[in-house]
């Protein structure tokens, strides 16, 4: 957990800690990486200043489909968090997180085998790991305080919600912002395969998307020249750290092993490169941007 003085501690996960600054939030992205729900106890340096930088990239690409929480990456930002700490606006969060996904891959992938399904979405049968779907599915989820989030269809979403109107709004918006963002990521030979958003509502009621955004920790980043159906993909997210884990022999329980020297660099590498091929500037730029003056 990071440590701010004067400053209250509303809720620490596993990666992101949250501060109160009165009519905003403190938002820091720590350089914590977990793989099973298991924080590992070996930090993966700089991960958290890439997720809030492209969280910041898309937060400034994609206000015109919806608005965000995101108010200042300086002011309200202590010095010892610049980079990676993010004044945001208070919202009152939904109690579902928002998957859109244009393939076939993870859990949707065990999903499909077992059952021909993705959240309630009858797909065609025959299809492999991997491959891109006709249209992008809407694979909502619970948000478990402990443990897995649990898939579930749109009909129970939208009574976790209480409100049906409600649900098929985020849902649109969903998959207006997957669209443009795959779009995007497109264009620099990015493939993105899957997507998580947060939504939330402000004093005035209206929506906003909050949390992280299409960073490697909420989302599928492939590289395009590797692409293969049929198979796994290379990522730019911690699927190396989880491949690394799932061959120690760890049983997925607490605690999680120490992460090595060489997979703490290669993943450090990997989001770094995502970064870098996703907004077309070094990384170096963002952490002289946001370096104390």
Same mark, same amino acid.
């Given at each position: 957990?990071?440590?701010?003085?004067?400053?209250?501690?509303?809720? #620490?996960?596993?990666?992101?800690?949250?501060?109160?600054?009165?009519?905003?939030?403190?938002?820091? *992205?720590?350089?914590?990486?977990?793989?099973?729900?298991?924080?590992?106890?070996?930090?993966?340096?700089?991960?958290?200043?890439?997720?809030?930088?492209?969280?910041?990239?898309?937060?400034?690409?994609?206000?015109?489909?919806?608005?965000?929480?995101?108010?200042? *990456? #300086?002011?309200?930002?202590?010095?010892?968090?610049?980079?990676?700490?993010?004044?945001?606006?208070?919202?009152?969060?939904?109690?579902?997180?928002?998957?859109?996904?244009?393939?076939?891959?993870? #859990?949707?992938?065990?999903?499909?085998?077992?059952?021909?399904?993705?959240?309630?979405?009858?797909?065609?049968?025959?299809?492999?790991?991997?491959?891109?779907?006709?249209?992008?599915?809407?694979?909502?989820?619970?948000?478990?305080?402990?443990?897995?989030?649990?898939?579930?269809?749109?009909?129970?979403?939208?009574?976790?919600?209480?409100?049906?109107?409600?649900?098929?709004?985020?849902?649109?918006? #969903?998959?207006?912002?997957?669209?443009?963002?795959?779009?995007?990521?497109?264009?620099?030979?990015?493939?993105?395969?899957?997507?998580?958003?947060?939504?939330?509502?402000?004093?005035?009621?209206?929506?906003?998307? *909050?949390?992280?955004?299409?960073?490697?920790?909420?989302?599928?980043?492939?590289?395009?020249?590797?692409?293969?159906?049929?198979?796994?993909?290379?990522?730019?997210?911690?699927?190396?750290?989880?491949?690394? *884990?799932?061959?120690?022999?760890?049983?997925?329980?607490?605690?999680?092993?120490?992460?090595?020297?060489?997979?703490?660099?290669?993943?450090?590498?990997?989001?770094? /490169?995502?970064?870098?091929?996703?907004?077309? /500037?070094?990384?170096?730029?963002?952490?002289?941007?946001?370096?104390?003056?």
């Amino acid at each position: 957990m990071t440590a701010i003085a004067d400053l209250p501690l509303v809720a #620490s996960g596993k990666v992101r800690d949250m501060y109160d600054l009165g009519d905003r939030l403190l938002m820091v *992205a720590s350089d914590r990486i977990s793989t099973y729900d298991v924080v590992h106890p070996t930090p993966i340096p700089d991960k958290g200043k890439v997720l809030t930088a492209l969280s910041v990239f898309w937060f400034a690409k994609t206000g015109h489909i919806v608005p965000n929480h995101f108010d200042s *990456a #300086s002011a309200g930002v202590p010095d010892e968090v610049r980079g990676r700490g993010l004044a945001v606006r208070k919202l009152q969060m939904l109690e579902v997180e928002c998957v859109v996904r244009g393939y076939l891959a993870g #859990s949707g992938w065990k999903d499909y085998q077992a059952t021909g399904e993705v959240s309630g979405i009858a797909l065609a049968p025959g299809l492999r790991e991997s491959e891109k779907l006709p249209t992008p599915i809407f694979t909502p989820s619970t948000k478990a305080t402990e443990g897995h989030d649990e898939t579930v269809t749109f009909d129970r979403a939208a009574e976790i919600l209480g409100d049906r109107e409600l649900m098929a709004q985020v849902r649109d918006l #969903s998959i207006e912002l997957y669209a443009f963002a795959a779009d995007h990521a497109a264009q620099r030979g990015v493939i993105l395969a899957d997507t998580k958003f947060e939504f939330g509502r402000d004093g005035d009621g209206a929506l906003r998307v *909050a949390d992280e955004v299409l960073t490697p920790d909420s989302s599928r980043f492939w590289p395009a020249d590797a692409y293969k159906v049929g198979q796994a993909q290379p990522s730019f997210d911690k699927q190396y750290v989880r491949d690394w *884990a799932a061959g120690t022999g760890w049983d997925k329980a607490p605690p999680a092993p120490a992460i090595p020297d060489d997979v703490v660099a290669g993943t450090r590498a990997r989001y770094v /490169e995502a970064y870098e091929r996703i907004t077309g /500037e070094p990384f170096d730029a963002w952490l002289q941007r946001t370096a104390p003056a």
